[in-house]
C-alpha cells in the first residue's frame, strides 16, 4: 500500500517533469510572462553595447543595443539574480522579485576590469627564461646549445661574464671565484649541483635537469636582498609545480641511460615523477680512442623524484628528493709521485616547498636538506669531507598597488662541515710515507637571515627594486646589513638603462674556520657597482646589452704563509665590460654573440701585492648558433675563445737534504698565463617519431677543432722542465636517443 | 519485492528524464545559437552576432559543458574582430582577441583534450600581427604550440588544415608561404570533410565551405579560373548561404573575371 503511493507519486513527478521535454512556451502553456528591461552604462555613463543579461541558471535574457538599452521576457517569477556582464567589464549582479504581469526596470553601471600587465620587469645583468615574453633564453635553447650536452650551466657559460672552471660545468662569474655563485632551487639552496667536483683532469656535470625548470633566472650581479651569502651571482631556479610531460621516457646516450617517468592524476591535483640514470662509459671510450688512465673508469648515478599535490588554484604542496653519487680513478703524474687520483661523492637533496596565496598577497615556504660526502685518496693525501645543510625559508610577496609591490622572507640555514685524513705537510711531496698530520675539524653554524625590498614602478618608464637584508653568522658571530638597488629606466621604446648598486656579503666556508683563531671570520664583502644599456627590437629579434660592472671586494680569505692560519685580510677588485648581442626568430633560428673584458686582482696571501685572481680570464668571446634546417631537424654550432687562465710559475728549485728531493720556488702568485683557449663544438638533433611515439636523436661532435687546451702544468722531479697536462676534453664524437614510450 | 523496483525503475527514469530534459535545454540552445550566429555571420551582421554572442553566454548558466561555451564565445569574438578589421578599428581588433584568447584558455584550462580550442588558438593568434607585431617571438611561440597540440589530439581534423592553410596562404613567399604552398593543406581538408562526422551536433561543424573557397582562392591567385570556378560551386552546394564563398572568393573571382 505505501509503495502503490509512492510509485503514484513518482508517476506524477515525472509527469510533470516532462513538460520540459516540450518547451516552455508561455503562449502554449498559458503562463503570463515578465518583461525586464533597462540600460547599461559603462565607463564615463556611456552606452554599453553588446553587454549581456541574463537570469541566473537560466538562458532568458538580451544582449543590450548601441543605446544600451536591453529587454527580454521571461516566464521566471520569485526571487531572482540578475547577472550583467561585458568584455573588459566587472560582472555586475542584482537581486530581483518577479511577479507574473508586474514588468521590471532595471539599470546597470559596469566598471571596467583592471588590466594587469604581464610585464616583469628584468634588472640589471639578468638573463631570465621562463613563462613570461621577458625571456633571454628558453630551455629548449639551452638544451641545444653545442658542447653543452643539455647541461643548464654550461650554457650559462656562454653568456658574457661567465667561464667555466677546467671546462666543466662550475661557474665563475665576472673574475670571482666558483663558490661566489649561489644555485638556488624553489628557495633552497644547492651547494653541490656537481658531479666529478674537484676531481682531477674531469670536467664536472651538474645534475639539475633544464626540462624540469619553468623559471631560470641568472644574475650575474647585482641581484636583490632576496639572497644572501653570496658574492658574485645567484642563480635562481623555480621548477614547475606538477609534471609536464606524463609518461615515461627513455634516453640512451653514448655516455648512459637515463630513465624518467612522470604521472598526473585525472582531477590534475596529483602529480608523481621519478628519474634515474647511470654511466656506462666503455662504449664513450672506445669509439672516441680516449687511452686516459683510469682506474676505475668514471661512474655517475643518479635516482631522484617529485610528489607534487595541487592545494588550491595558486597553492601547491611540493616533495622533490633526489642522489647522485660518482666515482673516478685517474693518474695523475706529479713531480713526487705518479699514481691515481681516486675520489668519491654522495650527495642527497630534499626540499619539501608551499606556494599559497592569491594573485596579491603569495606566500613562499621550504624546508630543505642536502648532505654530501666526499672521498679524495693520491699518494699520502687521503681524506673525507661531510657537510650538511639544512634550510627553513619563507617568503612573502604582497602587492599593495599597481605601483608598489613589497616582498619580505626570513631564513634559518644550519651547516655542519666535518672534515678528517691526512694530510701532506709539503704540497710538493705527495708519494705515500710522505711527511703528513692527521687533521680532524668538525664545524657547525647557523645563519639567519631575513630582508625587506620594495618594487615601485613610478611610471610607465621608471622601475626601482630598493632593499636590505641581515645575516647572522652564529660561529663568528658576525652580523652583516645589505642595503641594494637597483633601477630601470626606459629611456624610449624599446631602449633601455639598468642599473645598481649593493652590498654583498659572503660567509666563508666552515673548513676555513677550522685553522684561525677561535673562529675569527669576518664575512668577505663586495660592492658591486653596475651600469648598462639594452635595446630589443621586435621582442628578442634584435637584443644588444653592454654592462660595466665594478666589484670592491674586501676581507677576502687569505691565508698566512707566517701562522699557517687562514684571516680575512684579503682585498680585491674585479672590473670589466660584458657585451651581449643576440638575434632570434622562434622556430627558425638562434644566435649571439658574448664578449667580456675583466680585470680582476686580489691580494692572495699576506704581505703579497694585488695579483691576478685565480679567473682572471682578460678576454672571452662566445658565439653560439643553432638553425632550424626543416620543423625537425636543428644544426648547431658553438665556438670559444678566451684568454688562458693565470698560474703561479716555478722559477727554480731547492734541493730538500731532509725530505731527499728538489722543492719548488714559486714566483709571483698567479703571474703567468697559460696559452690562448679555444673550442668549437657542433650538434644536429632530428625529432621524429617512432610507432607514432616521440624520439629524438642528438648527434655532437665536441672540440672539432681537436685543440689541445691545457688542463695544467706539471713539472720533473728537479723542476727543471715544465710538463703540458692537457685537458681530457679531446674531439669527442657524442650520440644519444630519446623515446617516449 | 516488485514494488520496490518499480520504485527504482520510476526514480531511474525521473532522474533520467530530468538529466536529459536538461540536456536538451543544452542541445537545443547551442544549435539555436549556432544557426543565429552563422546566418549572422554570412551577412557580416555586426548586430545579430553580438546577439548569438549573448544567447552562447547566457547558455553557461546552464552549467554544462562550459568549455563548449567558452568556445563558441572565441570564435564569436574572432568573427567580430574580422568585422571591425573592415574599419582597421585597432582598439577592438584587440580587444575582441584578447577576449578570444581568454576564453580559449579558460575552456582549455577545463577540458585540455578539446582539439578545436587549439585550432581556434592557432587562428586568433594571428589576429596580434596587427596591434602588436614587436611581441613577434611570443606570437609565433603561441601559435607553435596551439598548433603542436592540435595535431597530437586530432590529426585528422580536417579544421586543423584549413586553418594551417590559412596561415601559410597568408605568410609571404619570401617566407615559405602563399597559395601554391598552402593549397595542399586545403585540398587535405577538403578531402577529410567528405567523410567528416562529428561527435554530436553541439561539437564545432564550420569550415567545409572554407576549404572549398580557399582552394578557390588558390587557383584564382594562379589564373586558373576554371579550377576556381568548380570549387566556388562545390562550396555553394555544401552551403548555399556561405557568406565567405558569397561575399569573399565570388568578389575575387568577378574581379580577376573583369581583368
Known amino acids: ?741 | 519485492m516488485k514494488s520496490k523496483s518499480v520504485i527504482y525503475f520510476l526514480m531511474l527514469f525521473l532522474i533520467g528524464g530530468i538529466s536529459s530534459s536538461y540536456a536538451d535545454d543544452f542541445s537545443d540552445a547551442i544549435l539555436k545559437a549556432k544557426k543565429d550566429f552563422k546566418s549572422a555571420n554570412d551577412k557580416s551582421d555586426q548586430d545579430g552576432m553580438i546577439k548569438a554572442r549573448g544567447e552562447f553566454e547566457r547558455i553557461l548558466q546552464l552549467k554544462k559543458n562550459q568549455w563548449l561555451v567558452d568556445y563558441y564565445l572565441a570564435d564569436v569574438d574572432f568573427a567580430l574582430s574580422y568585422v571591425v578589421m573592415q574599419s582597421n578599428d585597432k582598439d577592438n581588433i584587440k580587444k575582441y582577441t584578447e577576449s578570444s584568447l581568454q576564453l580559449l584558455d579558460k575552456s582549455t584550462d577545463m577540458k585540455d583534450d578539446f582539439a578545436e580550442a587549439y585550432i581556434l588558438k592557432m587562428a586568433v593568434n594571428g589576429n596580434r600581427w596587427m596591434y602588436e607585431p614587436d611581441k613577434m617571438n611570443d606570437i609565433l611561440a603561441k601559435t607553435n604550440e596551439a598548433t603542436d597540440k592540435a595535431k597530437k589530439l586530432e590529426p585528422d581534423n580536417p579544421r586543423f588544415y584549413v586553418i594551417s592553410g590559412m596561415n601559410l596562404y597568408y605568410t609571404p613567399e619570401t617566407f615559405g608561404g602563399g597559395a601554391s604552398a598552402a593549397q595542399p593543406l586545403f585540398e587535405k581538408a577538403y578531402e577529410l570533410f567528405q567523410n567528416r562526422k562529428e561527435k554530436d551536433d553541439t561539437y564545432p561543424s564550420w569550415g567545409y565551405d572554407l576549404s572549398a573557397g580557399m582552394l578557390a582562392m588558390c587557383y584564382i591567385k594562379q589564373d586558373k579560373l576554371d579550377d576556381a570556378k568548380k570549387y566556388i560551386d562545390k562550396g555553394l552546394e555544401i552551403d548555399p548561404e556561405s557568406g565567405f564563398i558569397l561575399n569573399v572568393v565570388k568578389k575575387d573571382y568577378d574581379d580577376k573575371i573583369k581583368k
Open chain 1, 1 to 741: 500500500m505505501k509503495y502503490l503511493i509512492i510509485i503514484h507519486c513518482l508517476i506524477v513527478l515525472l509527469l510533470l517533469n516532462l513538460s520540459p521535454v516540450y518547451g516552455q512556451n508561455a503562449d502554449t502553456l498559458n503562463i503570463s510572462s515578465v518583461k525586464i528591461s533597462g540600460k547599461v552604462l559603462g565607463e564615463k555613463q556611456k552606452p554599453l553595447y553588446g553587454a549581456n543579461i541574463v537570469i541566473e541558471g537560466s538562458i532568458d535574457g538580451a544582449t543590450s543595443d548601441s543605446a544600451g538599452y536591453f529587454e527580454f521576457e521571461t516566464t521566471k517569477t520569485g526571487r531572482q539574480i540578475l547577472i550583467a556582464t561585458s568584455i573588459d567589464y566587472k560582472e555586475q549582479s542584482r537581486e530581483i522579485r518577479l511577479e507574473p504581469g508586474k514588468n521590471i526596470e532595471i539599470n546597470f553601471q559596469l566598471a571596467r576590469s583592471e588590466v594587469s600587465t604581464e610585464e616583469i620587469i628584468v634588472t640589471a645583468s639578468t638573463y631570465t627564461s621562463g613563462q613570461s615574453s621577458e625571456v633571454t633564453l628558453t630551455p629548449l635553447e639551452i638544451v641545444r646549445v653545442p658542447g653543452s650536452d643539455a647541461d643548464l650551466y654550461r650554457a650559462i657559460t656562454t653568456f658574457p661574464g661567465s667561464n667555466q672552471v677546467d671546462e666543466g660545468s662550475k661557474i665563475t662569474v665576472r673574475g670571482g671565484d666558483a663558490d661566489e655563485v649561489l644555485t638556488i632551487i624553489d628557495q633552497a639552496s644547492v651547494y653541490n649541483p656537481f658531479l666529478f667536483d674537484d676531481d682531477y683532469n674531469t670536467s664536472t656535470f651538474s645534475t639539475i635537469d633544464p626540462w624540469g625548470l619553468r623559471g631560470i633566472n641568472f644574475s650575474s650581479g647585482g641581484f636583490s636582498a632576496k639572497w644572501g651569502n653570496a658574492l658574485s651571482a645567484v642563480l635562481d631556479l623555480k621548477s614547475y609545480e606538477m609534471p609536464q610531460l606524463v609518461g615515461l621516457f627513455l634516453w640512451l646516450g653514448l655516455t648512459g641511460p637515463s630513465i624518467s617517468g612522470a604521472y598526473l592524476s585525472k582531477d590534475k591535483k596529483i602529480g608523481l615523477s621519478l628519474e634515474a640514470s647511470r654511466t656506462f662509459l666503455e662504449p664513450f671510450f672506445k669509439l672516441n680512442k680516449d687511452n686516459t688512465d683510469f682506474s676505475p673508469i668514471p661512474l655517475a648515478q643518479g635516482i631522484g623524484g617529485t610528489v607534487s599535490y595541487k592545494l588550491s588554484k595558486l597553492g601547491f604542496l611540493k616533495l622533490y628528493a633526489d642522489y647522485s653519487g660518482d666515482k673516478i680513478g685517474i693518474r695523475n703524474t706529479s713531480p713526487s709521485y705518479d699514481g691515481y687520483f681516486k675520489s668519491n661523492s654522495d650527495n642527497y637533496f630534499s626540499n619539501l616547498k608551499l606556494s599559497a596565496g592569491s594573485n596579491s598577497t603569495y606566500l613562499d615556504a621550504s624546508l630543505s636538506f642536502s648532505y654530501h660526502k666526499k672521498e679524495m685518496d693520491y699518494g699520502v693525501l687521503n681524506d673525507a669531507e661531510k657537510d650538511i645543510y639544512s634550510k627553513l625559508r619563507a617568503d612573502i610577496s604582497h602587492s599593495v598597488s599597481k605601483l608598489i609591490h613589497l616582498n619580505t622572507g626570513l631564513e634559518y640555514e644550519y651547516d655542519g662541515n666535518r672534515f678528517s685524513g691526512t694530510v701532506p705537510i709539503f704540497p710538493y711531496d705527495m708519494k705515500p710515507g710522505a711527511p703528513s698530520y692527521g687533521v680532524s675539524s668538525n664545524k657547525i653554524t647557523a645563519r639567519i637571515g631575513g630582508y625587506f625590498e620594495s618594487e615601485f614602478r613610478f611610471s610607465k618608464k621608471f622601475f626601482s627594486i630598493a632593499g636590505i637584508r641581515t645575516d647572522v653568522h652564529t660561529l663568528s658571530k658576525q652580523i652583516t646589513f645589505d642595503p641594494r638597488l637597483s633601477l630601470v629606466y626606459k629611456i624610449a621604446k624599446d631602449n633601455v638603462i639598468r642599473g645598481a648598486i649593493g652590498l654583498y656579503h659572503q660567509y666563508p666556508e666552515l673548513l676555513y674556520y677550522a685553522q684561525t683563531q677561535s673562529n675569527s671570520l669576518k664575512p668577505e664583502q663586495a660592492i658591486h657597482y653596475i651600469l648598462g644599456y639594452e635595446l630589443n627590437k621586435l621582442n628578442g629579434v634584435l637584443l644588444f646589452r653592454v654592462e660595466a660592472y665594478y666589484k670592491d671586494y674586501r676581507s677576502l680569505v687569505l691565508y698566512d704563509n707566517n701562522s699557517f692560519l687562514y684571516n680575512t685580510n684579503g682585498s680585491g677588485y674585479a672590473r670589466g665590460v660584458d657585451v651581449f648581442l643576440k638575434s632570434s626568430i622562434v622556430n627558425k633560428y638562434t644566435a649571439w654573440i658574448s664578449y667580456s673584458y675583466t680585470d680582476s686582482k686580489r691580494r692572495q696571501f699576506n704581505s703579497a701585492p694585488l695579483t691576478s685572481a685565480d679567473y682572471d680570464i682578460t678576454h672571452s668571446l662566445s658565439f653560439v648558433g643553432s638553425y632550424n634546417i626543416t620543423d625537425n631537424l636543428t644544426a648547431g654550432i658553438s665556438y670559444k675563445i678566451s684568454t688562458g687562465k693565470p698560474y703561479t710559475p716555478v722559477e727554480g728549485n731547492y734541493y730538500d737534504t731532509t725530505l731527499n728531493l728538489y722543492t719548488p720556488i714559486y714566483g709571483v702568485y698567479n703571474s703567468d698565463r697559460f696559452p690562448v683557449y679555444q673550442r668549437m663544438d657542433v650538434t644536429l638533433q632530428y625529432v621524429f617519431s617512432i610507432f607514432g611515439r616521440f624520439a629524438v636523436g642528438v648527434i655532437s661532435l665536441d672540440n672539432v677543432l681537436n685543440n689541445r687546451n691545457l688542463y695544467g702544468y706539471t713539472y720533473n722531479s728537479d723542476y727543471t722542465q715544465k710538463l703540458k697536462i692537457y685537458s681530457t676534453n679531446k674531439r669527442i664524437v657524442y650520440l644519444g636517443l630519446g623515446l617516449q614510450i
